[in-house]
């Protein structure tokens, strides 16, 4: 079967159609596909290295490992990995292939331009097999599989060469500006893939910084260094915030927090259980620090600064409005359970439960309406957030305990970061408080 290419502006009596052969154009292109997919696989591979996607593709066996090529000296050209160097050739030969296709014998000169990077590349291919085969204690499936698609893309392209006699007054096919042009878009592409690699590259090593950083910032000995280490601030405390454990107890907890903030609501949990864990000895006050600017000056003056949303949390004034109702009823003690149910009810604050769950606390509703049109209670929030400000917290959740402010609060699961490691924090905890 064939393929007929001609003019964008159609044939003309001086311009002889150029007549391909379908079956192996078809193939050159297959191949073409094939070999960038597989590089790419290779690339993400590399990057991901004795990660979950080299684990799922490339663990065979003792003598079959990508891991253990990809990580050698031998993976990289120049700098540059093998495999994103394949991805720029396949990527290359697909253009060709696709826009150009083979050449007729006037023209055949231009298809030096693809067979030469197969004749290259193929001498990277006999090279990385050799690595493999003779310094290298594993084979990479995946590799070989690259490599036997550019052979087979060798001999296909072998085959292109037009043969016999050149028909008289034959048109070149390509022309020059198509070449051009397939030049010039693959050029743009090895640029675009160099600064997505760059990109990509930065990334994993920030990545990789991270998580070193965090092993090393989540153990009990840094947390505490660096609690021992911060500034000794004074931290007033009134009689009447809210507030879990004994007014006595030796050492004292601020939580500047939001009733709409899920780390908040976490700390929250873990502080019920602290006072009952160490009765007597550690006293949880809770301030407020809601992240909207209706009651909050410094998220005002933050939006002010830089884009963002003046209230990225829209119910949680209110709720700091009827905590403050139910501590001018009921008292702290009372206040801190109240908190501890706003928690739970987070995500249905904006059905406004709060009488619901003032009945909760042994509160009258009739009596928290009537508490809650009394402006004395914006005030108290409002010198919560001025206190928060003067100590440097710009954000929810910031815990100070006897005055320094913590780094953090818990200890994540070393195999997931987001979730807390709730043994390893109490013996944290244990460990801040001693044995008053």
């Given at each position: ?123 990277g291919s006999a090279w990385m097999v050799y ?32 043969r016999g006699p050149e028909p008289a007054g ?237 780094h953090d609060w818990r200890l994540s699961d ?23």
């Amino acid at each position: 079967m064939t393929s007929e290419i001609t003019s964008a502006a159609g044939p003309s009596p001086s311009v002889e159609a150029h007549v391909q052969p379908r079956g192996l154009r078809i193939t050159l292109l297959a191949l073409c596909l094939a070999g960038l997919v597989v590089s790419f696989l290779l690339w993400m591979m590399q990057a991901d290295a004795r990660g979950a996607l080299s684990s799922a593709l490339c663990s065979i066996g003792q003598r079959m490992a990508c891991v253990d090529v990809l990580g050698s000296r031998y993976a990289k050209f120049v700098g540059v990995p093998w495999a994103l160097w394949g991805c720029l050739y396949f990527s290359f030969l697909t253009l060709w292939y696709w826009l150009i296709g083979l050449p007729n014998h006037a023209g055949r000169a231009w298809h030096v331009l693809p067979f030469a990077s197969n004749v290259v590349s193929m001498a990277g291919s006999a090279w990385m097999v050799y690595v493999m085969a003779a310094r290298l204690p594993t084979w990479c499936p995946w590799c070989l599989l690259a490599h036997g698609v550019n052979l087979a893309l060798f001999v296909a392209a072998w085959r292109g060469f037009p043969r016999g006699p050149e028909p008289a007054g034959q048109t070149p096919w390509p022309r020059r500006g198509r070449v051009l042009g397939v030049v010039g878009a693959s050029a743009a592409i090895a640029v675009l893939f160099f600064l997505a690699a760059f990109a990509f590259i930065q990334f994993a090593a920030a990545s990789a910084w991270r998580a070193r950083y965090m092993e090393a910032a989540n153990t009990a000995d840094y947390l505490i260094w660096r609690h021992a280490r911060a500034t000794l601030v004074d931290l007033p405390v009134r009689p009447d915030d809210p507030a879990r454990g004994a007014a006595e107890a030796p050492h004292v907890v601020v939580v500047f927090s939001d009733l709409e903030c899920p780390h908040c609501r976490m700390f929250d949990r873990f502080a019920a259980r602290l006072v009952e864990r160490a009765p007597g000895r550690v006293r949880v006050v809770f301030k407020h620090y809601p992240l909207c600017a209706a009651c909050n000056s410094a998220v005002a003056e933050q939006t002010a600064r830089r884009a963002g949303p003046a209230c990225p949390h829209p119910f949680a004034c209110d709720a700091a409005m009827a905590v403050e109702a139910v501590r001018q009823l009921g008292g702290p003690a009372a206040a801190a359970r109240y908190i501890s149910q706003l928690f739970e009810h987070a995500d249905a604050l904006a059905e406004r439960p709060y009488e619901r769950l003032v009945l909760q606390v042994g509160l009258e509703p009739a009596e928290w309406r009537a508490a809650m049109d009394d402006p004395a209670l914006a005030r108290r929030v409002a010198d919560d957030v001025a206190l928060a400000k003067q100590l440097g917290v710009s954000g929810a959740g910031v815990v100070f305990l006897d005055g320094r402010r913590m780094h953090d609060w818990r200890l994540s699961d070393a195999r997931e970061p987001n979730r807390t490691d709730e043994q390893a924090t109490f013996d944290l905890w244990d460990r801040l408080l001693g044995s008053d």
